[in-house]
């Protein structure tokens, strides 16, 4: 079992920035895929950066170049520098980790979310 507890949300205004972290809990945190996803008002949720037990990174194109995902596996935990904030950032975000073996999800474990709001 993993428990994640994300922090780092808040009011910033566009074109500031941001920087969420996400401390997981429990055993084995280098062997888990790391992600954020987010979720606007009435949209589904989606991928905004994934990275990997072997630190390979994904970005959705609508944050690439603004938005940097690292992980610090002794502190078990997961960042997203968001910098040139806009509105269509404003979402609540959600810390994923996921089990992955031979391409397999065996596990997969959600934060309770952070809200980021952009003031124009």
């Known amino acids: 079992q993993v428990q994640l507890v994300e922090s780092g949300g808040g009011l910033v205004q566009a074109g500031g920035s941001l920087r969420l972290s996400c401390v997981a809990s429990?055993?084995?945190?280098?062997?888990?895929?790391m992600g954020w996803y987010r979720q606007a008002p009435g949209k589904q949720r989606e991928l905004v950066a994934t990275i990997s037990r072997g630190g390979s990174t994904n970005y959705a194109d609508s944050v690439k170049g603004r938005f940097t995902i690292s992980r610090d596996n002794a502190k078990n935990a997961v960042s997203l520098q968001m910098t040139s904030l806009k509105s269509e950032d404003v979402a609540v975000y959600y810390c994923n980790a996921k089990l992955v073996v031979n391409g397999a999800i065996l596990s997969s474990y959600w934060g309770q979310g952070t809200q980021v709001t952009v003031s124009s």
């Open positions: 429990g055993r084995s945190f280098s062997g888990y895929d």
